[in-house]
């Protein structure tokens, strides 16, 4: 199965600074990529992804990297506003006929005022 | 469009008794709907993944007897937890996927908090 690694686990930032979260994965064949945020008690929303054949992707302030040789991806949000605080997953998603979602370990963004 | 329902959105039951969750699609039609188990400060985790009309396929140490997952229609999934004890309580989220004409994205439902007392 997808083995997932997530980097850093928490992360503090001043407001208007940018945060960089990494995500790892394992299975060679996985071909599309989410960021998911998720507050406290409530679903995950997907607020960007990627597919294998795409470098970068961006999203007004948001941004996601993909390195298929190294297989990493990468979300990157400039001028952070408080409102971005929340848990964010990433999610590599498998080519096989199920097309699982294998979550990482979570990152919790805080920003700072 | 793509949205999820799950009810109840909260439930407190009582050990050695069973509860069941709702999750529907709303505005679309899923192939696929998949169970995932969140503990407090952890990330999600994949329960079982369902075909409509088809038994769910369980993820490694899920027990299918206390986790009984119904797929009956391409719009309701149900999961059954049976005999719930308090390491049960969790937040239980559903996905609903269409699964055809290329979309494989993943809708999520708004949880199901599950408290066992």
């Known amino acids: 199965g997808e083995n997932v690694e997530q980097h850093p686990s928490t992360l503090s930032v001043q407001e208007g600074d940018s945060a960089v979260i990494k995500c790892t994965y394992s299975?060679?064949?996985?071909?599309?990529f989410p960021w998911y945020k998720q507050e406290l008690g409530k679903r995950p929303q997907l607020i960007i992804d990627?597919?294998?054949?795409?470098g970068e992707k961006k999203d007004q302030r948001i941004a996601v990297t993909l390195n298929k040789t190294a297989k990493h991806f990468s979300l990157h949000i400039t001028e952070t506003q408080p409102e971005d605080s929340a848990v964010y997953f990433c999610?590599?998603?498998?080519?096989?006929?199920?097309?699982?979602?294998?979550f990482g370990s979570g990152t919790q963004l805080t920003v700072l005022p | 469009g793509a949205v999820v329902s799950q009810h109840p959105s909260r439930v407190i039951c009582k050990s050695g008794t069973s509860v069941k969750i709702e999750c529907r699609s709303l505005?679309?039609?899923?192939?696929?709907m998949f169970w995932y188990r969140q503990f407090p400060k952890q990330s999600l985790m994949l329960m079982a993944t369902?075909?409509?009309?088809?038994?769910?396929?369980?993820e490694q140490g899920v027990e299918k007897d206390k986790f009984l997952i119904n797929h009956a229609s391409l719009t309701l999934s149900t999961l059954t937890v049976t005999s719930a004890h308090p390491e049960d309580s969790s937040f239980y989220i559903c996905?609903?996927?269409?699964?055809?004409?290329?979309?494989?994205?993943?809708?999520f439902g708004p949880g199901t908090r599950l408290t066992v007392t």
């Open positions: 299975d060679s064949a996985s071909n599309y």
């Open positions: 999610a590599p998603r498998n080519k096989g006929s199920a097309r699982q979602l294998t």
């Open positions: 990627i597919r294998s054949n795409v």
């Open positions: 505005d679309f039609q899923a192939t696929t």
């Open positions: 369902s075909n409509e009309g088809s038994k769910a396929t369980y």
């Open positions: 996905s609903a996927s269409p699964g055809q004409g290329g979309n494989y994205e993943q809708y």
